[in-house]
Every structure is written in structure tokens, then in C-alpha cells.
């Protein structure tokens, strides 16, 4: 029986400790790598790759806001700008020092990781709607700085040009390496995600979202987990911002305004709260979502309007169904992408003889 | 489901690059529904209306041309998006629409070798052919539209030498950059500069215009803004009783829908601006487009009346269609790629549509073509024509398109 839980009886610490302990979900993390890594790549033009790399930017975003929001229960209106704060920190580092991206990269996570954190000491006292408003200063503030500090932002068009990353000599540029490379680091935020909230920092984090009176008596140490918590969720934005710089190749304060933190608020909202899958699942809906519905309008649409109009009515009525489909599926299922998923998992387990 | 994605994979690799014969594709990037989207309504239609007019009569050198566009509601992930999607159905040209965008392209349209235009947005230092070959401004810079501003602003005067001006900008990259340029003419031409500036979204400034008008007693006043801005920067003005002819604003600071916005044409009386495209209804290509649709049956679109913005769409594509013209001509029969449109646009001279286009000269060193600009004054209940098509410092423009990194 490889798909049942019952009758896994785990005899070792490692067997406990597995990430997957079901064969079968080992056997299905096994083929989405494969099809992720293999068969996708050699298979998909350049264009659909391009698709993916979006996705795979915004995953590592979803995830480290889902930390925050999901599992520590903090609120960060600052995302945006925590991006940005590693976007410029890399590009600075890659073009004055000409250092290489995998130092670059995590210098930009830092930097962000010490930003977020200062940003987040008003959540050692405030809560809710007044933390929101606080990142918000943040953001507007970090926004502010970066567009009018040249030493940061390189001169008055505040923005900076990066080279490609190189790996081994060979320059990261066409789609194709770009969606290795992304992917990648999807892959690692993801696995690290997973491992962190079952280590004993998540289930701080976790005990502080359920009742941080309650988690400060049991003994955390709630001052120092609620900063982890931002430096941790700031760092992901971070490696996002520098993701996204040497993805497109210019770090643009314009890319990383409040809209984009409200995109990702967005995108774990709509996932599911709380969920590693569900951040995946957010970020997928987020991307794909306008695309899908934008062919789907180019290839149907003109059977009901005319051309000229067409061309009006499919960015409107584009923005129109995604606005509508998000209500439709939070009420359908508040919980989430995820919650749905699951609902869906749990009535075939049982199938066909459901009681 | 594993042979589905691979059947599905296959599907879509053979559809991919068998781009139709005798067909031309050029990328449209448009913005209808976001920031900007005051603007995209009516220069997108403009453009289509020139590209279906050109097909109308019977294409270019035997080739039709088609514009597919994608509306990107100004976000960089959607317009990265665009581009990708643009390549894949073969566009030998990108038309792109707003200045990060154009920011985050430039490194793949150079890799790609696929030439982007930036009319009126963008960074001035793609100017430079030899830094930028594949960046096109075609229409007159920030930089460009600043040294008009000023010698307007003397003409106007009679003279610059001692005099105040005011620079109310809107405060972002596209707002700050022509400052550098401004500084170095006060310097060289001896008048005082003072700089406004209005924090995002720009709707608010009464206390910039009251410091221009009662503190600092500016003589004119140069505005650089974007959006809804203009608008209130005109009523502003106007409340607090400051002459509008002493007023001139950068190119997206007066369309039809600006100025109504501030309270109609009676409001913003004497109130200039530059423009980089013909304004008004009354050039020969916009007659040949209101024939179309009657021959056609139809009425002529709506957009039309909004000439500033649906004339710079027809000026886009026009310049855009002179460029494939040129491909073409130099590879009879052949299938153009990016690099010969590029070098198409670098031929491009004396090409005037009847006075819409400025007397452009693209050359591999210059791809802004110039920086010609024209002043509109609003003047009983329409825009008038102030000057005609000119360009001012040369030479201070050089200096700094060199310098630029």
C-alpha cells in the first residue's frame, strides 16, 4: 500500500524526521522535479519558459511573505520595498565591486534582512491594522530614499544596469538558462520553507500567531522571534528583488512600488495563509492568471466584437474576471488554494466509498 | 498527464515560428487599463488606424503588416511577459510603451537584436546609437524637450539673462531627469532656476503654485507632469491668478482630456505646451483614415477627437511602417529581421506626413531623429500652432549624451 498513512510505522529518528514520509508523495515530489527540471525545459518554447520564470520569481516572494503574514501572523504592507532594498544592494555591489551574483545575491538578502528588521520593530508593540500602517511608513519611506539618494540609486533615472550572471564563464541570458537558474533558487526556497516551519524557530513563529501571550509564558522569547521572523520573510523579498534584477537585467525603483507588495499580499491570501503550497499555488493563480486570460479572450473574442473593439475590451474585461474569480474562489473557499486542494485530496482518498 | 505535456510541448514548438509569408509583425505594447491608461485609449487605436490604413492600401512592398498588441496595465512582469509572447510570433519590431519597461527590454531587445522605440518616455541617453543600438527614442527626449522648453521660455521673455524661472515636476526618474540639463543652461544662458517638486500621485500642489507665484514671483514657469497632474497644476495656476502664458509644459502635459479636466479651453487659455506630434484634426493622413472608414461603411472612431495622443499614435506607427519600408527595399523579397529594420530606422529622413512627423534624420548615432519639437498654445478653444518644428542646444545636448553612462 503505497497511499495510505496507515500502516507506516516508523522505527527510526530519520524515518520520522523524513520531509515526505508517504511513498507516494516522495514518488510524486520525484516526478515534478523531473518534469520541472527535465521534460519542460526540452520540451516548451522559449515563451511558456518566460511564463514559468515569472512564476518561479514570485514563488520565492509568496513564500517569504507567507512566513511573516502566515505562520508568525505579522503584517507587512513593506514587501516592495524590501525587494528593492536587495535589488539595489546587488546592483551596486555587481557593477561598483563587480562582484559575482552568488555573492551579490546573498548580500542583497541581508541587507533587506537588516531593513526588514529595523522596519519591523513597531510589531514588538503594535498589532494588526497599526503594523500594516507601519510597514506601509516603511515602504513609502525605503521608496522615498532609494529615489532620491543617487549614491543608492545611481543617478537621477534611479536605475542601474546589471550584467548577466555568469556561472563557470558562461553568461545566464536566454530564457532557457534563466529558467535553470530561477528555478533553482524556487527549488531552495521552497525545501527551506518546509524545514523551517517544522524546526523549533517555526513553531515559534507559529505559537506567537496563535496567542503571543500564551507563546511568551510556554517561554519564547517573543522580541526576538517576531524580528526573526521580519529579517527571515525580508531576506526571501530580498533574493526576490535580486532575482528579479538579474532576471530582467536593471534594478528600476518603478518595478517595486506598493502595488507589488499588494500583489503579493494578494497571492498568499488567495493560496492560503499559512501554507507552503499554498504560497506556490498563489503565485501560480497571480501570473497566470491575466495570461490565461487574455488568450483565451484573443481566440474568442473576436467572435462576439468587433476587431477595434476587441482591442479595448479584452485589457478591461481582463481585469474585471480577475477581480471576480478572486472573490469567487475566497468564497468558495476562504481558506484558499490550498484548502481547496486539500478538500479535493481528501474526498478521492476515500473514493469511491466515501461515508 | 506526462504525455499530454509532452504532446502539448510538441504542439506548440511546431506552431511557434512558421510566421506567415508575405506578413510583417510588430509588437505592441499598450497601456489601456493602468497608470497611464488616459493615454493608451486613444494612441493605440491611432496606431491600428495607421497600420490598417497602410494595409488598406495594399501594404508595404507587397507585405501586410500586423500589429498585435498587448496591454501590459504599465506593470514590468506583464510587459517582460508581453515582449516574450511579442518574439514568439516574430516581431521584427517592439513598440514599447512607458519608461521602466523600457529599462527592463534593453538588455534583451540588444541580446535579441530586435529594435524598440520609446517615444517620449524612456531614458535620453539611448540617444546614443553606438551605447544603445537597439534603443530607438524616434521623438524628442526629456532632454531635448528641456533645452525647447528654455529657449521657448527666452523667446517669450525677450531674453533669459537674469530672469526666474520655475521647474514644477513631478518627482520620480522621468520627472528629475532633464535637470541636469536645465542646471547647465542657467548656468550658460544666466537665468535663476528653481526646482518644484510635486510627490507622487501629483494631484496635490497648491502649495508649490502658491510658492511660484507669490513667493518666488517666477517669470515663467516650465512643468514637467504626468497623469492627472496637469490638470490641477492649470486649475491651480489659474485660481491663484498666475498668467497660463507664462506657462509651458513637457509633452504629456496637454491632450484634449488635460485640459477639459482643468475646466475646458476658457480656463487654460494661453496655456503651452511641446509636442512632438502634430495636434489637430486637419493633416492629410488623418483624412485618408476618416475615408477608410467611409468607404467601409463606418464612422470614423471616436479616438480621433483626442488628437494629441491618437496623432502620436499615428506618428509611431508611421515611423514604424517607414522603418519596415526601408528593410525591405534594401532585401527585395527576403525575410527582414530586427537587425534590417534596425537599419531601416537608420535611414529615415525627410519623411513628413504632410506636417504631423517632424523633418526626422535617424542616423546609427542619433536614433532620437533630432529632438524636433513643436509648441501648441491653447487659444480660442483649440490648440494653435506657436512655433514650427525646432530644436535648441545642440551642443549642450551633445555634451551630455556623451557623458551619460
Redesign the interface.
Known sequence: VIHRECGVLKTTYEADMALYPLPIARWTVAVIAV?MFL??PL??????L??VN?VSIAVVGALGLNILVGYTGQISIGHGAFMSVGAYTAANLAVRLGLPFWVALPAGGLMAALVGAVVGIPSLRIKGLYLAIATLAGQLIIEWTI?HVTWI?G?????I?VP?PRLFGYPI???RQMYFFLLVFAAVAILATMNLVRSRIGRAFIAIRDHDIAAEIIGINIFRYKLLAFAISSFYAGVTGVLYTY????A????FQI?VSIDYLAMIIIGGLGSVLGSIFGAIFV?LL??VI?LTMESFGGLLFSS?AV??I???L??ILFGMLIIFFLVVEPEGLNRLWRNIRNYFRIWPFAY | V?GL??AA??T??VA?PAAAQKEVVIGLQ?D??GATQTVG?YL??GY?DYIKLVNFKGGVEGYKIKAI???H?Y????G??AY??H??EGAVLISLYG??HT??????LT?DRIPGTSPGFG?AAATDGTKYPYIFPIAATYWSQGTAAVEFAGKQMGGLKGKKIAYLFY???AG??P??ILEDLAAKEGFELKTFAVPPPGIEMGAQVLDIAQRYRADFVIAHLFGRSPSVSIKELKRIGYPLRKVVSFVWGASEADIEAAGGFSVAEGYNAIQFAGVGPDFPVLNEIRDMYKKEGKEP?KEMASTVFYNRGVLIAAIHVEAIRNALKAKPGGTITGVDVKAGFERIKGFSLGGLVPPLEITATDHEGGGWVQVYTVKGGKFVKATDWFKSYPDVLAKHIKAA?
Open positions: 518534469l521534460i519542460l520540451s516548451v518554447e522559449e515563451y511558456y518566460s511564463i515569472l529615489n540609486s543617478g537621477v533615472q534611479a536605475s544596469n548577466r541570458a536566454t530564457q532576471y530582467l537585467g536593471v528600476n525603483y518603478e518595478q502595488t501570473t491575466p495570461i487574455r477595434g482591442l479595448n479584452i485589457p478591461n481582463r481585469l | 506526462f505535456l509532452i510541448g510538441a506548440f514548438g511557434g499598450c489601456r487599463t485609449v493605440c487605436p491600428h498588441e498587448i496591454d496595465e506593470k514590468v512582469p506583464q517582460m511577459e516574450e509572447r518574439k514568439k519608461t521602466p529599462q527592463a527590454l534593453t538588455a534583451k541580446e531614458s518627482d520620480n526618474p528629475r531627469e535637470l541636469p472612431p553612462k
